[in-house]
Each structure stands twice: as structure tokens, then as C-alpha cells.
């Protein structure tokens, strides 16, 4: 924790993140440039709940790497004396999967990769959460709105199986 009270953020967005816990995060249209834009709850409710949607596929497919990783019996001829390409196939299957305690192992590996994604996402999440909040202290109309759609907000459709060339989100192109 900072000396503010607030969590002290050490992920990829952590200054974007403590600017905006200070109050001091901006945007900038350009130099002489003004421009009005409407500021709409429902987006940073549904980023949220994306992000949370998207961590949770992360965390799916970080346990399929780990199982892939720890697969005993992979079929390929490595159980054969002899052959010993077989054997490196499967240990760098297995490296590339997650680490698996083997001499390819390396932090090029699906698992690692993914964290990385996660702590991104993550930190978008906490972006997007903490903005909100912030706008939430100053606009009671907005909070109202927030609040209201972070109760009663639909399932994302992340994660979702979907039909390729079919699109299933109704808010892509809806006029407001």
C-alpha cells in the first residue's frame, strides 16, 4: 500500500492506473484542439465485464497449457529405447507448454505468455474500474447509471461458442 491508503500498482499500466487514483489521468485531443464527447457509463461497465470474462478464458486455457505440460503418454515413440528424437519432441512440446522443470524450458512457454495477457487485461480491468469510480465521486447521474447496469448486467459473450461469420453482439452499430 502507498502512504495514501491506495494499493500500490505494479503491473503494465501501473502509472496510467495511479494517475487515475490520484485524479490526474487526462485526455488530450491535440494542441488547439476541443472537442465535446459524451462520457457513457454503460462502456466502462461492459469493459469491466469483458475483462472479467477475459481472465476467466485466460485462466482456462493457462490450465489446458499446464495439463498438455504434465502429459504422461504422448504417444510419439518416446516409451521406444532408441529413439531418442522422440524424447525431444515431447520435452519441447511440454517446455512450450508451460515450464516443466526439463533443460528446454525456457519463459517463451503458451502458460507464460498467457499471465503476461492476464496481468494486462488485469490492469485494464483496474483502469476502466478505477476511472469509473472516480467519475462515480464527481457525477451522481453517472454513478446512478453505472451502478445500474453493474448490478444487472448481462453474461459476455466471451467465451461463448460462436458461429464463425456471425456476429452476436447487438450493441456493435446501435445507434444510441
Known amino acids: 500500500m502507498a502512504d495514501d491508503g491506495k494499493p500500490t500498482q505494479t503491473g503494465p499500466l501501473a502509472s496510467l492506473i495511479t494517475e487515475a487514483q ?5 485526455v488530450s485531443f491535440g494542441e488547439g484542439v476541443t472537442k465535446d464527447f459524451l462520457l457513457n457509463a454503460d462502456e466502462f461497465a461492459y469493459i469491466e465485464r469483458d475483462c472479467k470474462a477475459f481472465k476467466a478464458e485466460i485462466t482456462k486455457l493457462q490450465a489446458l497449457a499446464r495439463t498438455i505440460s504434465e502429459q504422461s503418454d504422448w504417444g510419439l515413440g518416446e516409451a521406444t529405447d532408441g529413439l531418442t ?5 515431447v520435452s519441447r512440446f511440454r517446455s512450450k507448454a508451460n515450464h516443466a522443470g526439463l533443460h528446454t524450458d525456457s519463459d517463451d512457454n503458451l502458460y507464460s505468455i498467457l499471465d503476461q495477457h492476464y496481468k494486462i487485461v ?8 478505477t476511472i469509473a469510480q472516480q467519475y462515480c465521486q464527481q457525477d451522481s447521474n453517472f454513478a446512478a447509471e453505472y451502478n445500474r447496469l453493474t448490478a444487472n448486467i448481462e453474461k459476455s459473450p466471451i467465451g461463448t461458442q460462436m458461429q464463425v461469420g456471425v456476429t452476436t453482439n447487438p450493441g456493435l452499430g446501435k445507434s444510441k
Not at 22 to 26: E, I
Not at 85 to 89: G, R, Y
Not at 122 to 129: K, P, R
Open 22 to 26: 490520484n485524479g490526474g489521468l487526462s
Open 85 to 89: 528424437s522422440a524424447n525431444t519432441v
Open 122 to 129: 488485469d490492469d485494464l480491468q483496474t483502469l476502466h474500474h
